[in-house]
């Protein structure tokens, strides 16, 4: 039971690459979700998708963007990386509002 | 302005004694929170949630209490144990789209 699964674990990006964080979750939820910690920051919404075929932006959209790709495929890019977004990326799904989230183990990126 | 407070970034207990999590909110719109626990180097699992229609709930050795005239909700775990040593997010939800977190506590149990 996989639950949420993000790859890559790690990732060492120079600024201005590009690059896609990936998130499938095997529960059949029906929503996703991308959050950034940050120290002293918590979790914030990046980009979230209610459904499949919708997506739309949260907190802290700015330099990225979304897919969702099917029901359960929800990924993140990065179309120039900035060392602003040295980061650890979470995914989650829900479906069952009242239940909370369920998420992956991150990815933490490091943009020199 | 962060919208879900926790104001302790730490906290030490010694093992068997209660620990105490605090959690502020500005919005009183806000009618559910939960609290998620995040162990390093994994994603955050969800621990206990509380609607504003109670002002208790509680699972085990966690019990969330929310105080909505205050805008706060606490976190106690009773007895504290070296496993619940974590980092501990409070969450609330967002008018139903999705769920705004704060800042995080670390939570040290000393054997």
């Known amino acids: 039971n996989a639950g949420v699964t993000q790859t890559p674990k790690f990732q060492v990006l120079k600024t201005g690459q590009s690059m896609t964080l990936q998130c499938a979750q095997d529960m059949n939820h029906n929503s996703m979700y991308w959050y950034r910690q940050d120290p002293g920051m918590g979790l914030r919404l990046i980009y979230y998708s209610a459904s499949e075929g919708t997506t739309d932006k949260g907190e802290v959209p700015n330099g990225y963007n979304v897919s969702r790709l099917n029901k359960r495929e929800f990924s993140l890019r990065l179309e120039s990386a900035a060392p602003s977004q040295t980061s650890v990326y979470f995914c989650a799904s829900s479906e069952a509002y009242s239940y909370g989230y369920t998420f992956g183990s991150g990815t933490r990126l490091t943009v020199v | ?111």
């Open chain 2, 1 to 111: 302005d962060q919208q879900v407070k926790q104001n302790s970034p730490s906290l030490s207990v010694q093992e068997g004694r209660i620990s105490i999590l605090n959690c502020d909110y500005t919005n009183s719109m806000f009618d559910y929170f939960l609290w998620y626990k995040k162990y390093p180097a994994e994603g955050p699992t969800f621990l206990i949630s509380i609607s504003s229609i109670k002002d208790k709930n509680e699972d085990g050795r966690f019990t969330v209490f929310l105080n909505k005239s205050a805008k706060h909700l606490s976190l106690h775990i009773v007895p504290s144990q070296p496993g619940d040593s974590a980092v501990y997010f409070c969450a609330s939800d967002n008018y139903g789209q999705n769920f705004v977190f704060g800042p995080g506590t670390r939570l040290s149990v000393l054997p």
